[in-house]
């Protein structure tokens, strides 16, 4: 089983509506959880850290489930703009570096 | 306040030759991180160095690989002999103990 497995898209939604995306993870001592946001030919970028009592930025929720090992994002009223690929990220069993999932891709039509 | 620079930020080369990435973490950051970025594989962990010293290693596909972090703000990753399969976006990105972590614009390889 995959470190971080991710759907990996694409999902083509009307502009305004909304979207939702799960993560899951294998290490259950994971500790850290963050979805970072890459544009095409571009480097991610943090878009938020996930708590475990559930975060929300603007339209942006993400939740965390420890007993289920998974992690959500859910955009509210998307914009041509959230078009990217969204990457699940994971810090924790021991090690220090950050394991990404591979992405999904996210495409919001006009 | 000038992000993670990477230099070159694209290499063509031909199989067989010595190639030399180059990464400036920002400034007071104390954690290098390079990623290797492909599309069948996504975003992998080569090697993390926390206070220049490597941490984990265990990403480095093999002996070809090679990383070193003379001081706090350098770090080069060398590929000797390259390889085709070693295209790919090659990600450094430096943190600041468990914060964010600051992603360099990336260097594409393309080996032929």
């Known amino acids: 089983r995959k470190e971080v497995e991710q759907d990996p898209g694409p999902f083509n939604v009307p502009e305004g509506a909304t979207v939702a995306f799960n993560c899951t993870y294998s290490?259950?001592?994971?500790?850290?959880f963050f979805w970072y946001r890459q544009d095409c030919r571009k480097e991610p970028k943090l878009l938020m850290s996930?708590?475990?009592s559930g975060n929300e930025d603007g339209r942006f929720t993400a939740q965390l489930n420890r007993a289920s090992q998974y992690i959500s994002l859910l955009i509210r009223d998307s914009k041509l703009s959230d078009s990217a690929t969204y990457l699940c990220?994971?810090?924790?069993?021991?090690?220090?570096?950050?394991?990404f999932g591979k992405g999904t891709h996210l495409i919001i039509q006009p | 306040d000038a992000g993670v620079i990477q230099s070159p930020r694209h290499e063509v080369t031909e199989m067989g030759q010595e190639v030399t990435l180059r990464c400036k973490p920002i400034s007071g950051h104390n954690s290098l991180f390079w990623y290797r970025q492909t599309m069948m594989r996504g975003l992998e962990l080569l090697i993390y160095f926390n206070n220049n010293v490597p941490i984990d290693d265990s990403g480095m596909p093999e002996d070809r690989f090679s990383a070193k972090m003379p001081n706090a703000s350098f770090s080069t990753l060398k590929i000797q002999p390259s390889e085709p399969r070693d295209s790919a976006v090659y990600f450094c990105a430096s943190q600041r103990y468990t914060g964010e972590l600051f992603f360099g614009e990336g260097s594409r390889l393309t080996v032929l």
């Open positions: 996930v708590y475990s």
């Open positions: 990220v994971v810090r924790g069993g021991g090690a220090d570096g950050l394991t």
């Open positions: 290490n259950s001592a994971s500790q850290s």
